[in-house]
């Protein structure tokens, strides 16, 4: 009897020890995501309605660093595993093809029906469709877009800028009516990561140049790259951009800028609810625009944004799905829309009046979302960023030219390319 006892604890232990059952017999369904800047906590109270409307369902969020560098190393280790100790999976846009190849994500196709699919942006869409299959559900969404001081352009009578050439005027004017040491010009996230490689793409295709051409042969060193690359290592040079954009991400950025230290700076949406927040130093003072262009190109923003799957090794798929359903409708979006500022992944979000009301901002920037470039959406794309990060960091740096940076990378994107693609 004892021992039947023990063998029974033992089992009950391993149970919860493998995401199964909690002790109050619940489904233990575990939910790892990255650290959402600004205030998280309505994220945790929106889980608590889930658990609500769901009393057979206990939630488990577990919270990864906010860089996505570092969670996909977390998810590609534990995946690589076979690991079932998570089970819903927040995911950058640029994942999903690699983990759906492999065979790491639940195939989510016809959960929804066409009409309802259709209700969501169209290129976070595309990228979470591999093979006909759909493999993740948008959460939120993200483009890149340039801040700018208001009451420091006012002062010296200047518009934001439409071009590159016109930022650099700008800030020219501004730091040196200002004299202060500590005010930068231009940020953006310049470290050697994921991040770096968002940044650069707006200037590369805001120069109407492009990673790979239409037909995915990689076109990196074409004139027009070079010269979008070798005018970001000017602005270092020239001290439009301070030395340290070299080493920052999008929190350094935001922190630099949100204390008063920059007059522009390159970031997502997420840092415009935290600049105007109550006590923030620069509140009211934070204009946003589309990014700047270089003479006779269109201004880029690249797409990024979150998305929703399922771990294919989970033991609880269908409490997983309950709960993507409900992260994605249309009223949780809502919730932490108005009450974190994530942009929603559902069209029809960017029409709400209660949305256009309490957060004008994110209604403005429908056109934006809907036009960011994506990333080449391919099952390659971390080792052709892996090539990207390294090479945009040496020309940033000046340890090479934006010239002989570019021509490797095209030859080790070639290398990575299967033949056919
Ligand atoms: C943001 C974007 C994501 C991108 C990352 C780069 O989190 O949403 O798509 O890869 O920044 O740092």
Same mark, same amino acid.
């Given at each position: 009897?004892?021992?039947?006892?023990?063998?029974?604890?033992?089992?009950?232990?391993?149970?919860?020890?493998?995401?199964?059952?909690?002790?109050?017999?619940?489904?233990?369904?575990?939910?790892?995501?990255?650290?959402?800047?600004?205030?998280?906590?309505?994220?945790?109270?929106?889980?608590?309605?889930?658990?609500?409307?769901?009393?057979?369902?206990?939630?488990?969020?577990?919270?990864?660093?906010?860089?996505?560098?570092?969670?996909?190393?977390?998810?590609?280790?534990?995946?690589?595993?076979?690991?079932?100790?998570?089970?819903?999976?927040?995911?950058?846009?640029?994942?999903?093809?690699?983990?759906?190849?492999?065979?790491?994500?639940?195939?989510?196709?016809?959960?929804? &029906?066409? $009409? =309802?699919?259709? !209700?969501?942006?169209? %290129?976070?869409?595309? *990228?979470?469709?591999?093979?006909?299959?759909? @493999? #993740?559900?948008?959460?939120?969404?993200?483009?890149?877009?340039?801040?700018?001081?208001?009451?420091?352009?006012?002062?010296?009578?200047?518009?934001?800028?439409?071009?590159?050439?016109?930022?650099?005027?700008?800030?020219?004017?501004?730091?040196?009516?200002?004299?202060?040491?500590?005010?930068?010009?231009?940020?953006?996230?310049?470290?050697?990561?994921?991040?770096?490689?968002?940044?650069?793409?707006?200037?590369?295709?805001?120069?109407?140049?492009?990673?790979?051409?239409?037909?995915?042969?990689?076109?990196?060193?074409?004139?027009?790259?070079?010269?979008?690359?070798?005018?970001?290592?000017?602005?270092?040079?020239?001290?439009?951009?301070?030395?340290?954009?070299?080493? &920052?991400? $999008? =929190?350094?950025? !935001?922190?630099?800028? %949100?204390?008063?230290? *920059?007059?522009?700076?390159?970031?997502?949406? @997420? #840092?415009?609810?935290?600049?105007?927040?109550?006590?923030?130093?620069?509140?009211?003072?934070?204009?946003?625009?589309?990014?700047?262009?270089?003479?006779?190109?269109?201004?880029?923003?690249?797409?990024?944004?979150?998305?929703?799957?399922?771990?294919?090794?989970?033991?609880?798929?269908?409490?997983?799905?309950?709960?993507?359903?409900?992260?994605?409708?249309?009223?949780?979006?809502?919730?932490?829309?108005?009450?974190?500022?994530?942009?929603?992944?559902?069209?029809?979000?960017?029409?709400?009046?209660?949305?256009?009301?309490?957060?004008?901002?994110?209604?403005?920037?429908?056109?934006?979302?809907?036009?960011?470039?994506?990333?080449?959406?391919?099952?390659?794309?971390?080792?052709?960023?892996?090539?990207?990060?390294?090479?945009?960091?040496?020309?940033?740096?000046?340890?090479?030219?934006?010239?002989?940076?570019?021509?490797?990378?095209?030859?080790?994107?070639?290398?990575?390319?299967?033949?056919?693609?």
């Amino acid at each position: 009897m004892i021992r039947q006892l023990t063998i029974l604890a033992v089992s009950l232990l391993m149970m919860v020890s493998c995401g199964g059952t909690s002790d109050n017999g619940k489904t233990k369904l575990v939910f790892k995501h990255g650290k959402i800047a600004g205030q998280s906590e309505y994220l945790t109270r929106l889980v608590e309605q889930f658990e609500a409307e769901y009393p057979g369902i206990d939630v488990i969020e577990e919270v990864l660093p906010s860089i996505t560098d570092q969670q996909r190393q977390f998810y590609i280790t534990s995946l690589e595993g076979g690991s079932s100790d998570f089970d819903v999976m927040s995911l950058d846009v640029i994942w999903i093809p690699e983990f759906a190849q492999a065979g790491w994500l639940e195939d989510l196709s016809g959960k929804f &029906t066409e $009409e =309802e699919v259709s !209700r969501f942006f169209p %290129g976070p869409l595309k *990228a979470d469709t591999y093979n006909g299959k759909l @493999y #993740a559900v948008p959460w939120y969404v993200d483009g890149g877009m340039l801040y700018y001081r208001k009451d420091l352009l006012k002062r010296y009578n200047l518009s934001p800028p439409e071009t590159f050439d016109e930022l650099v005027s700008c800030v020219r004017t501004v730091l040196k009516g200002e004299n202060n040491d500590k005010l930068a010009g231009f940020l953006w996230q310049g470290k050697q990561y994921e991040g770096l490689v968002c940044a650069a793409l707006e200037f590369i295709e805001g120069n109407c140049a492009h990673v790979l051409d239409e037909n995915g042969n990689p076109v990196i060193d074409s004139e027009n790259a070079i010269e979008a690359m070798r005018f970001m290592r000017h602005l270092i040079e020239t001290g439009i951009a301070p030395e340290y954009v070299t080493t &920052t991400d $999008e =929190e350094a950025t !935001r922190h630099s800028f %949100g204390n008063g230290n *920059a007059i522009f700076m390159r970031n997502w949406p @997420y #840092a415009y609810n935290i600049f105007n927040a109550e006590g923030s130093k620069i509140k009211g003072k934070v204009g946003v625009k589309i990014m700047p262009h270089f003479e006779g190109c269109e201004s880029a923003s690249t797409l990024g944004g979150w998305q929703l799957g399922i771990n294919k090794h989970s033991e609880h798929k269908k409490a997983a799905w309950q709960f993507i359903n409900f992260m994605s409708r249309y009223e949780s979006q809502k919730y932490l829309a108005l009450n974190i500022g994530l942009k929603p992944s559902r069209q029809d979000l960017y029409n709400d009046e209660d949305i256009a009301r309490e957060q004008p901002f994110i209604t403005e920037l429908y056109d934006v979302l809907m036009h960011a470039v994506p990333r080449p959406v391919s099952p390659y794309y971390s080792r052709i960023s892996l090539v990207l990060q390294s090479k945009f960091s040496a020309i940033l740096s000046g340890t090479k030219t934006a010239e002989t940076a570019l021509k490797e990378a095209r030859r080790e994107i070639e290398q990575i390319l299967p033949e056919s693609s």
